[in-house]
């Protein structure tokens, strides 16, 4: 089983955007999600989606400014940001059933994430 490996963070200012990938070996067969983690705050939830994705999750605090879609063909999924907050600044990780990861508090498999940073 391959590790996972979000890429595509970088730094831009307020209100930019910037797509993130992941991708993981048997990614197609599951739900994946993303979590994000910022200094000094506990991981949290960003968005989900099914395994034939055709259903989405979204935190509250995305606001309608984030999409997440995944292509099964080549096990690769995405999350889309627009309009990104100084607030949003942190370590984006791309997980398999991100529902069960939710209540794992000693979960170790995050894989690779990517630094999303946000300037003002």
């Known amino acids: 089983q391959a590790q996972a490996v979000a890429t595509g963070g970088g730094l831009v200012q307020a209100g930019g955007s910037l797509t993130l990938s992941c991708a993981a070996s048997e990614l197609s067969s599951s739900a994946w999600g993303w979590f994000r983690q910022a200094p000094g705050k506990d991981r949290e939830y960003v968005a989900a989606i099914s395994k034939r994705g055709d259903s989405t999750n979204y935190a509250k605090f995305v606001k309608g400014r984030f999409t997440i879609s995944r292509d099964n063909s080549k096990n690769m999924m995405y999350l889309q940001m627009n309009s990104l907050e100084p607030e949003d600044t942190a370590v984006y990780y791309c997980?398999?059933?991100?529902?069960?990861?939710?209540?794992?508090?000693?979960?170790?498999?995050w894989g690779q994430g990517t630094q999303v940073t946000v300037s003002s």
């Open positions: 997980v398999a059933n991100p529902a069960n990861v939710k209540f794992q508090p000693h979960f170790d498999s």
